[in-house]
């Protein structure tokens, strides 16, 4: 398997309980590696693009508002298989299912306040990417 990148959010409850530096520990314990990393407010236009595949889902709404309630930080991971190394790392998105050791175990507080995404295939990452990120920002 070949270098691969994602995209991933801390979302709003993580950087409220000022836990981004713990969250990427786990991050980079796993490793991978951040190689890209914004601080951002997201408006919600970007959070309705960003979550557009979802826009019919009831939790839409709150989806959108939640995202724009706070700060995140957008990023881009690196790393052997990336994709689905990040999905094992943060675990189920109900964090009351997700396993042992994971991010969305230790951190998050309900489904929706989930502390983090990320992409769910390569393809996605490489768009969710281009929303934030411009190639040279990222420095691998
Ligand atoms: P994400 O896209 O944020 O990485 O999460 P995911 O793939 O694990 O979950 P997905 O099905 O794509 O859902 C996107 C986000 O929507 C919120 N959600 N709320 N209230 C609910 O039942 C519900 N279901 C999903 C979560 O913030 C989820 O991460
Ligand atoms: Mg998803």
Redesign the pocket.
């Known amino acids: 398997m070949a270098t691969e990148r994602t995209f991933s959010?801390l979302?709003p409850d993580a950087t409220r309980r000022n836990l981004t530096g713990a969250v990427n520990a786990v991050i980079e314990e796993a490793g991978l590696r951040i190689v890209a990393q914004r601080r951002i407010r997201m408006t919600k236009e970007q959070a309705e693009k960003f979550?557009e595949?979802?826009k019919e889902?009831?939790?839409f709404g709150?989806?959108v508002s939640?995202m724009t309630s706070g700060p995140v930080v957008v990023q881009v991971l690196e790393g052997e298989n990336a994709v689905a190394k990040y999905?094992e790392v943060?675990g189920?998105?109900?964090p009351a299912q997700a396993a042992e050791g994971t991010i969305r175990k230790r951190f998050a507080e309900s489904?929706?306040?989930?502390t983090?995404?990320?992409?769910?295939s390569a393809e996605n990452a490489k768009i969710e990417i281009a929303q934030f990120f411009k190639d040279s920002d990222i420095a691998a």
Do not use: C, Q, W
């Open positions: 959010i979302k979550y595949v979802h889902r009831p939790f709150e989806l939640f999905r943060m189920a998105t109900n489904v929706g306040e989930n983090v995404h990320g992409s769910d």
